[in-house]
């Protein structure tokens, strides 16, 4: 496998190349290319973890949505130090994110609420009052009354987060690598073609390091 992760041509910071492998990894078809995996911690340390989409990458970060309250807005609001993973086994990609999140401003979260299909934008008011689980289809039936023909404001409830790394790793591998892996034997693994970078936030500059993968 060649090298793919030459340091010498690689971009000065990570979100260029972040931006890149998404969409190499949206092209190839890899399912679930805009999961990423988002663990936050509470204030006592206890980590958890869950699966968001990620809307947004530029420089500032990447962006995902969540309604308020659930585990991870609030441990966000006591803690807001966050990793996140994505996990691009189709193409041998990893991306893991290590930073702070911030909460969006309102006016951003409005447009990323706008630009919803519309059933999502009714089942974010129906969870806004949590109707008892098996009642959530005939929530979402309600509001599909209650907004007629109008287009659904954003609940005060459904919140836009972006998450702004300061170090940021690219792992890759060959196709196939991950938990889908063939076992290959312990002599015959293409071990050498792992590679990793690490792209870290110092002093207001990005600095670049070769890791062992
Ligand atoms: C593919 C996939 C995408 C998801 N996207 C989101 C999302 O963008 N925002 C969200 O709040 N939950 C999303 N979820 C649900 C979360 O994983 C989680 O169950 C929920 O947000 C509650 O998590 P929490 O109590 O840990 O905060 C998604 C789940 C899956 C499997």
Known sequence: VAIQLDVVSLPAGPMRLLAGWFDEARGSGTPGARAMVLATADPSGAP???TVLATVIDDSGVTFHSSHPTRKTRDLAANPRASAVFGWYGIGAQVVLTGT???L??????AAFAARPRYL???A???ERPPAQEDL???AARERERWGGRVPDRPPGWLGFRLRPEV????RGPVGAGPAAPDTGPDTGPDTAHERVRYALGAGSWHLSRELP
Not at 105 to 110: H, I, N, T, V, W
Not at 168 to 171: G, N, R, S
Request: proline letters at 4%.
């Open 48 to 50: 958890s973890a869950r």
């Open 101 to 103: 999140v911030e909460l």
């Open 105 to 110: 401003p309102a006016a951003e979260a409005d």
């Open 121 to 123: 934008q009714l089942l």
């Open 125 to 127: 008011w129906a969870y």
């Open 137 to 139: 289809a005939g929530a």
């Open 168 to 171: 940021v790793d690219f792992w």
